[in-house]
């Protein structure tokens, strides 16, 4: 069998990759009266009194609603939201396993922005944070854009934000070892998309000051009336020469091409219309934008894909559990840039730099520093930032 069959025949014998589990004992009646009635009550009445006991007397504390309306799910597209559920359970076990946190899988039957947003909004008080998934652009934009707005627990969408927090990570590293300098790169990022949007904020925050997105149109450039609201505020601060043509044209020039969008896309000429010393990650699944062989046989210095089989994954696993981790451990308000500028550093920080090379740039995935290395660089964060509230 290969991957696949054997995934679908695992499925079948797990039944479900998460459960619920007591964490109260209940083999006794006075167990069962200070679990549930008549006990139960006085946590009832302290809450009542005290909504952020909501936080100290029930697993809200620890638990994060990851949340799909199903029409983006890990390549597959818009296969509806039942359909993402194993993605989805399979995104709470990756919480709990590197994070230890409980997580819960909710597949919301709508497209609809108002309606996925109000019935976020109405359940949120069962949780201590929101991790939205696999829902499309543009609209995950504006579902998580009104959410951070109404809620008052922590609104996270990791396509976008785990994505970008890793390739910056990624980045970092690999600056490194070609001796280069943030605010001096010239970057591409192919897929305009919302992980592709993200990491262009993101890496911009981090200090990129030349960058271009392209589309499958080709370069986005301010004035084109094509260009939906999200594509049109990115062109307003990115392609500051306003350079117009293909991904082909994007290229030429350039330091680190970015790709969160189709197989292929990309030649070796195109690597080798790059600067010295490029640095290429194509993380397009499961086939990238030009593979590892042919980017290193075309000149580029350092190679990332979204891949296990090759070096340098670039995994949001390696980002999001210890976010959630230290939002929730010091009841942030949100995940904010600096918290997510944070959680970069902290990835990258955990490749020593006598370790560092052209095929190790990021932690591996199993490492078990970096949960809580993560979540303890995201506290400090929200700390300094107010977004702490203890």
């Known amino acids: 069998m290969n991957i696949r069959e054997e995934s679908l025949q695992k499925h079948y014998e797990w039944k479900g990759k998460i459960e619920v589990v007591s964490r109260a004992p209940i083999t006794n009646s006075e167990e069962l009266s200070l679990a ?51 993605v989805m359970e399979g995104k709470c076990a990756l919480f709990k396993e590197f994070g230890d946190v409980d997580a819960f899988p909710l597949c919301v039957r709508s497209k609809d922005v108002d309606e996925i947003v109000r019935t976020i909004y109405l359940i949120s ?39 970008a927090v890793v390739v910056a990570a990624a980045m970092l590293n690999a600056l490194k070892i070609v001796k280069k300098n943030i605010k001096d790169i010239k970057v591409v990022v192919n897929g305009a998309g919302s992980a592709g949007i993200a990491i262009a904020k993101h890496i911009m925050n981090l200090g990129v000051q030349h960058l271009v997105l392209c589309d499958s149109v080709g370069i986005l450039c301010e004035g084109d009336s094509r260009l939906n609201p999200a594509k049109a505020e990115m062109a307003a601060v990115t392609n500051r020469e306003h350079l117009t043509g293909s991904l082909a044209d994007a290229m030429k020039g350039t330091d680190v091409f970015i790709g969160v969008s189709v197989p292929g896309v ?41 891949r296990s089989d090759f070096p340098n994954q670039i995994n949001n696993v390696l980002a999001f559990p210890g976010i959630f981790r230290g939002a929730l451990d010091c009841r942030a308000r949100e995940i904010n840039e600096e918290m997510k500028v944070a959680a970069s550093h902290a990835i990258a920080s955990l490749v020593d730099e006598s370790e560092l090379s052209e095929e190790y ?14 979540a303890q660089a995201v506290m400090d964060a929200a700390g300094k930032t107010g977004s702490a509230r203890q």
Not at 361 to 374: E, H, M, N, S
């Open 36 to 86: 549930y009635t008549p006990g139960v009550a006085e946590p009832c009445l302290a809450i009542q009194k005290d909504y952020d006991k909501s936080f100290q007397l029930t697993r809200r504390n620890n638990l994060v609603a990851v949340i799909t309306d199903g029409t983006a799910v890990l390549g597959l597209g818009d296969i509806g939201p039942e359909a993402g559920m194993p």
């Open 125 to 163: 008080g069962s949780f201590g944070g929101i991790n939205l998934e696999d829902i499309a652009a543009p609209r995950c934009f504006e579902i998580e854009k009104r959410l951070k707005e109404i809620c008052d627990i922590p609104v996270f969408h990791d396509d976008q934000h785990g994505t």
């Open 266 to 306: 990309v030649t070796e000429d195109m690597i080798r219309s790059m600067n010295q010393d490029a640095i290429v990650f194509a993380m397009s699944n499961p086939t990238p934008e030009i593979m590892p062989d042919l980017a290193k046989n075309a000149g580029a210095r350092v190679i990332g894909t979204g």
């Open 361 to 374: 740039i990021l932690p591996k995935a199993f490492d078990k520093r970096i949960g809580q290395t993560v």
